[in-house]
């Protein structure tokens, strides 16, 4: 291997090996170990733990950012609201699916109040959560969509879909089965529609109890 196909690959095993025993549950030579080295080699490649937590990091980002791009070349520039969210959903669902290593990773990281869960969220969750802000913004600005915070309105959305992705991660064998198109069609309902019987406000009812 060259060294940065070592590097590449001792990234890799680390992934793996923190998102299935924690990073307290790790030590560096199970992690040299893991990726094949020595644990001098490891240090030759990671001076530090950082190092190597920040390699990580911005591999994820990397690999989340490709698939992403992928993802977005299904998205019509003149899309729908409906159109946008049923697209933002389907993403969410599929980053929670197509790598559960990594999420198995950030969750660790966050419970063991590492700092690899606080240099992820910095340098991709509250990207991604401005990016669709912004999609909001200009939704709210040319009257489409409620006049409310589009933050919040960005949060409420990623995080009621992430919920499924989550649940699914951690509890497969109590939620089959997985979530789908479908409820993100739900989903992106409740979001733009709420849950008022809208007959009811039609009818001049709205909060009868």
């Known amino acids: 291997?060259?060294?940065?196909?070592?590097?590449?690959?001792?990234?890799?095993?680390?992934?793996?090996?923190?998102?299935?025993?924690?990073?307290?549950?790790?030590?560096?030579?199970?992690?040299?170990?893991?990726?094949?080295?020595?644990?001098?080699?490891?240090?030759?490649h990671f001076a530090t733990k950082r190092d190597l937590y920040t390699a990580i990091v911005d591999q994820l980002i990397a690999q989340a950012h490709e698939r992403f791009d992928e993802r977005a070349k299904q998205l019509e520039p003149d899309a729908t609201d409906r159109q946008f969210l049923q697209w933002l959903g389907e993403s969410i669902l599929a980053y929670h699916s197509e790598d559960p290593d990594r999420v198995r990773l950030l969750v660790f990281s966050a419970l063991e109040g590492h700092e690899l869960a606080d240099l992820w969220y910095e340098k991709a969750t509250l990207d991604f959560i401005r990016w669709v802000e912004k999609h909001l913004e200009k939704r709210v600005a040319a009257g489409a969509i409620v006049a409310e915070s589009p933050e919040l309105l960005a949060r409420a959305f990623i995080f009621m879909v992430s919920?499924?992705?989550?649940?699914?991660?951690?509890?497969?064998?109590?939620?089959?089965?997985?979530?789908?198109?479908?409820?993100?069609?739900?989903?992106?309902?409740?979001?733009?529609?709420?849950?008022?019987n809208q007959s009811r406000i039609s009818d001049g009812r709205h909060g009868e109890s």
Do not use: N, W
């Not at 060294?3 to 025993?21: E, L, N, T």
């Not at 951690?170 to 979001?191: G, H, M, N, S, T």
């Open 1 to 44: 291997m060259t060294g940065a196909q070592r590097r590449s690959a001792i990234v890799q095993a680390a992934i793996r090996r923190f998102a299935m025993h924690g990073f307290r549950g790790t030590t560096t030579r199970e992690l040299a170990a893991a990726a094949g080295v020595s644990e001098p080699v490891l240090y030759q």
């Open 163 to 196: 919920h499924f992705g989550f649940v699914r991660l951690l509890f497969p064998k109590q939620c089959a089965p997985a979530p789908d198109a479908r409820l993100v069609e739900k989903l992106v309902d409740i979001f733009l529609y709420g849950i008022a």
